[in-house]
C-alpha cells in the first residue's frame, strides 16, 4: 500500500518511496517495494523541470474534487493539459 491510497477514495498509484525526493535524481528507488520512486510526478518535492505528469489516480481524483469544490455549474471540467503524459 502506499501513503496516497491511504488518504483517498481512488487510487492514485503512485509507487512507495522510504523518502522525499529533492533534485533530479533520475532512477532512485529508496523502497523495496515495485517500482521506483515517483520523481517526474507533480506531487512531489523534486525539482520543477524534473515533474512532467500527474496518475491518472491523481487526474481523476482532482477532478472529482474540482466537481464537488470548484464546479460552479459549469457543464464542463476543466482540461487536462496537453503536455502532461500519463503515467502509471
Known sequence: DNIDDAVSPI???TPAQAEETYGCPVGKDSC???GKDPIN???GFTDDSCMDHFTS???KYM???WHLYRDNGSTRPPKTPQNIAHRV
Open 11 to 13: 487510487p492514485l498509484g
Open 32 to 34: 523495496p517495494s515495485p
Open 41 to 43: 510526478n507533480y506531487m
Open 57 to 59: 489516480g491523481q487526474e
Open 63 to 65: 477532478l472529482a474534487n
